[in-house]
């Protein structure tokens, strides 16, 4: 029995999930009161502390098993022909997996010239290895923004179908056409340059005004804040019951409900937009959020908070299928092989999955008129010098 | 420990910028030994 303090019919002030003093309590009981206390840690230790070990030894027999040794800082991996510490390629899965993870999208679009200009890894390898982190890498995250809620499977099946039928082919052009470094350096400055104009464009007036679900969206996001932090509370803005609901579902049409907002999307559109940004993507080895997210924001006006429930499960898709084709179809159908190096990807998406699953869990903390316009900026300068370095071969490597 | 915890809380929005500074400063290192 709880104490009250002499206080007959009044409720204890003892929080239910600590007992009181002399009272005997089960392991059980113990642990639920753990869970309730911290639910964060809790999730931490049962979700992802499992998958982060598990790849991560996956990828030490793998390279016992494919190379006889562990690679790392003295020894070369062997298809990328670089030396790397591991616990670089863990800090290179884990910051990328959470700068993109805040904008919804994998960590390929920043792993991927990361692995070329500064680990020098630049044979045709690198993308089918890059395929293997977007792959991973959105797992942790997956997992956060599906216990927040933040999830429906219904705007995310036509898109993932899209993938399905256009990630096949991105390989072979890869191949073909793509195979020297300077032109796919070239391409990649350009995706990683429209990345930019579109984070920075986003937070401009000019941008908000224009579209008015975002505007409202956004007023609504920022008074949360200010509540939250006038409380003295960490300043989310979003709601805890927040949740995207499927509101009509059809081969035309979908509608979809989040927060008092309503966005309908014609289903064949969806599908092409899949289509097209998964024969691009797996192309050049990345999981795709970089066209994906300003196609979405742009056509429907989807705030970053629901557009990840859309863009997670599509890279994993796409990342996927695209990887099936690199290692099976291709040289099947073409005799050329094209292996990715599975240690180094398993390494850099250990730390991608931790990174991946932090963002979700402090993207709702964190305003996008900071964070939109400081990784533009750097995704913008990174873009330009591959873009210049395609014309004019500049005095240093990049 | 209650007041630490809130200042670190009113700090999370500051992360992406400290993730990336030391994202350059590793990088940085990584060219000047490796390389």
Redesign the interface.
């Known amino acids: 029995m709880a104490r009250n303090d002499g206080k007959m019919g009044q409720k204890s002030e003892l929080p239910m999930n600590i007992p009181p003093k002399g009272i005997a309590v089960g392991q059980n009981q113990l642990q639920e009161s753990f869970g309730a206390r911290h639910p964060i840690l809790k999730e931490f230790l049962r979700d992802q502390i499992p998958m982060i070990t598990g790849v991560f030894i996956l990828g030490v027999i793998i390279s016992y098993v494919n190379y006889g040794y562990l690679p790392g800082?003295d020894q070369s991996f062997p298809v990328a022909g670089?030396?790397?510490p591991i616990w670089?390629l863990l800090?290179?899965g884990?910051?990328t997996g959470?700068?993109m993870g805040?904008v919804g999208e994998a960590a390929g679009i920043f792993s991927l010239p990361?692995s070329m200009s500064?680990?020098?890894f630049t044979s045709v390898g690198v993308s089918p290895t890059s395929l293997i982190i977007t792959f991973l890498n959105p797992f942790g995250a997956l997992l956060g923004f599906w216990r927040g809620k933040q999830w429906n499977l219904d705007l995310a099946l036509w898109l993932c179908l899209g993938a399905v039928l256009g990630s096949p082919i991105g390989p072979f052009i890869r191949v073909y056409l793509l195979s020297n470094p300077v032109p796919f350096k070239g391409i990649i400055g350009i995706a990683l340059f429209l990345m930019s104009v579109h984070l920075c464009i986003q937070v401009t007036p000019w941008y908000l005004n224009k579209t008015a679900r975002q505007r409202s969206f956004k007023e609504k996001f920022d008074k949360m804040m200010k509540e939250c932090?006038q409380a003295?509370?960490?300043?989310c803005g979003l709601p805890a019951d927040f949740r995207i609901v499927t509101l009509e579902r059809s081969w035309k049409r979908l509608r979809i409900g989040y927060w008092g907002e309503e966005q309908s999307f014609n289903v064949p559109v969806m599908l092409l937009i899949g289509f097209l940004v998964g024969v691009i993507a797996s192309a050049l080895g990345v999981g795709g959020g970089f066209l994906l997210v300003p196609i979405l924001v742009s056509l429907f006006g989807l705030p970053m908070y629901v557009l990840v429930a859309a863009t997670i499960p599509y890279v994993i898709t796409l990342s996927i299928t695209g990887l099936i084709s690199y290692t099976v179809t291709l040289p099947l159908l073409t005799g050329v092989s094209v292996s990715p190096d599975w240690s180094f990807g398993l390494f850099v998406a250990s730390g991608a999955i931790l990174g991946a699953w932090l963002a979700s869990k402090?993207q709702k903390?964190?305003?996008e008129k900071?964070?939109k316009p400081?990784?533009g900026v750097?995704t913008g300068l990174v873009g330009l010098l591959y873009i210049i370095n395609y014309f004019w071969k500049l005095p240093f490597?990049v | 420990m209650g007041k630490l915890k809130?200042i670190g809380?009113?700090l999370?929005?500051f992360?992406?910028?400290l993730?990336?500074a030391?994202?350059i400063v590793?990088?940085i290192y990584?060219?000047k030994f490796?390389?």
Do not use: C, D, S
């Not at chain 1, 003295?232 to 300043?235: T, Y």
């Open positions: 800082a670089v030396r790397i670089h800090w290179m884990f910051w959470y700068t805040l990361y500064v680990l020098q932090l003295g509370k960490a300043p402090t903390f964190i305003p900071y964070l400081m990784l750097v490597n | 809130e809380l009113q999370i929005p992360l992406p910028f993730i990336l030391v994202a590793v990088a990584h060219i490796y390389w």
